[in-house]
Nanobody, 125 residues
Framework: QVQLVESGGGLVQAGGSLRLSCAAS????????MGWFRQAPGKEREFVAA????????YYADSVKGRFTISRDNAKNTVYLKINSLKPEDTALYYC??????????????????WGQGTQVTVSS
């Protein structure tokens, strides 16, 4: 079993930055694929970014490329999402997800076994 706890969300002005964190506990962290997803009010959950266990392979949704950076620190059992140049359309509940084995389709939420409770990001214009 793995527990994921997100933090770092908040209310920021457009153009600002945030760094979200996802702390994992439980089973060995370093073997997991990790992902970030978000869900805005009235919309479906969407993939944002993912990273494989080595940290060298990262993947992003087209809508966030160039503004979002995913990284991980296996020694701290934590994955991060740095968000720059925030836009009002980035407003959403951001979720962290993990899976203990290889995932071919990192953008598919159904591939992840564990989910956090989410951290709210609200961007004012």
């Amino acid at each position: 079993q793995v527990q994921l706890v997100e933090s770092g969300g908040g209310l920021v002005q457009a153009g600002g930055s945030l760094r979200l964190s996802c702390a994992a506990s439980g089973r060995t962290f370093s073997t997991y694929a990790m992902g970030w997803f978000r869900q805005a009010p009235g919309k479906e959950r969407e993939f944002v970014a993912a990273i494989r266990w080595s940290g060298t392979n990262t993947y992003y949704a087209d809508s966030v490329k160039g503004r979002f950076t995913i990284s991980r620190d296996n020694a701290k059992n934590t994955v991060y999402l740095k968000i720059n140049s925030l836009k009002p359309e980035d407003t959403a509940l951001y979720y962290c997800a993990s899976n203990p084995s290889y995932i071919n389709r990192l953008g598919a939420g159904s591939q992840y076994a564990y989910w956090g409770q989410g951290t709210q990001v609200t961007v004012s214009s």
